[in-house]
């Protein structure tokens, strides 16, 4: 359980269905049913975060790939686990910019 994030959320992807997180385009793209904390927890922690009605059926809350370490932890504290293909370009994405938060570079 990370303290960075409220108690409001934690394990709310829990029994939920349809449920992701990937890229498409060069974005970090969220996929699941509507559900206001889930949305409220997006906008609260993920800069740069919008909602991007021509991915997926009905539309998803997308963000930059510099995102992506903080989209992971946040889906982690939801309670799913990030695919390793996601943690590795993460990694690689924090590599990038040091000490500092890559969500840093999103204006």
Known sequence: KSNRFTD?????FNHKRDVNLFIQNGLVVWE???D???IKAIKENIKGRVWNPSIGIKGCWTS???SLPDAIALYEHMGRSASAE???RAKEIQEKFGNSSASDAIK
Do not use: M
Request: hydrophobic share 45%; net charge neutral; charged share 25%.
């Open 32 to 34: 699941f049913a509507y």
């Open 64 to 66: 930059p790939l510099e």
């Open 36 to 38: 206001t904390k889930i």
């Open 8 to 12: 409001d959320c934690l394990n709310i």
């Open 86 to 88: 996601l943690k590795l």
